[in-house]
């Protein structure tokens, strides 16, 4: 785990806060810190970081560490805005593929807009941006 602004180390912090810079984290909270990988291989690019997103966390579902790099920072990590690629330590790789071959096989049918405006693919059950679950 780094601190987001400044990237020190946060591992084991307990008191919520960076040592470092005192921004806040959330060790429940994958977006209020970044996480690294140490042998890092892109297993998709997604056109939103919110499929990347959503993707990641089927991966650390199924126990494989991922991360999301947001394609217009550049940067490992969870990000808000472009598109997203999903990256994973190159030892889960094969599992990871798997996986997302998985996901990609659910997300057949029709598109949804949830009631925060955020347009979803079909294998969405959750809204990433506001949690409200797929409505019908
Ligand atoms: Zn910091
Ligand atoms: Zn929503």
């Not at 890092?40 to 997604?46: E, I």
């Not at 889960?92 to 798997?98: L, N, P, S, T």
């Amino acid at each position: 785990m780094q601190c987001l602004d400044c990237g020190y180390a946060i591992d084991g912090v307990r008191s919520g806060a960076c040592p470092e810079c005192g921004r806040a984290f959330d060790p429940n909270e994958r977006e209020s810190y970044r996480r690294l990988l140490h042998d890092p291989v892109r297993v998709h690019s997604a056109g939103s970081v919110g499929v990347a997103y959503t993707m990641c966390v089927a991966l650390e579902d199924a126990g494989v560490h991922a991360v999301v790099e947001d394609i217009a920072g550049g940067v490992i990590g969870i990000a808000e805005h472009g598109g997203g690629a999903v990256w994973v330590n190159r030892a889960d790789e094969k599992q990871a593929e798997q996986i997302i071959a998985e996901f990609a096989g659910r997300n057949r049918g029709q598109a949804w807009t949830c009631a925060c405006g955020e347009v979803h693919e079909p294998a969405f059950e959750i809204c990433w941006n506001c949690q409200a679950p797929r409505p019908g």
